[in-house]
């Protein structure tokens, strides 16, 4: 009992033997392959759905900030133009 204890009471390492190591992947992989399969596939269509409509939504902003930095450099060009004829 009192060597349990005293086990207990030490730090944990962090040093795993192989054969743990090997043993905790393949049971996490196993728990992946048991996630898959009670993957529900509506939901994983609703997920897609959303995130195409996020990229939709990011590449409209993209082209938004696109053609206000052309118009912004038009505006600069036009502007230095003006201050050139000036002098």
């Not at 043993?23 to 392959?33: M, P, Q, S, Y």
């Not at 902003?61 to 696109?66: A, I």
């Not at 060009?77 to 003006?82: C, S």
């Amino acid at each position: 009992k009192e060597e349990l204890q005293k086990q207990l009471d030490e730090p944990m390492t962090i040093t795993e033997t192989p054969l743990i190591v090997a043993e905790k992947r393949a049971l996490e992989e196993e728990l992946h392959i048991l996630k898959m399969s009670f993957y529900d596939r509506r939901e994983a269509d609703t997920e897609i759905e959303s995130f195409k409509q996020t990229i939709k939504q990011l590449e409209e902003k993209l082209e938004q900030l696109r053609n206000e930095c052309q118009e912004l450099y038009k505006q600069k060009h036009e502007y230095a133009e003006e201050q050139i004829a000036r002098m």
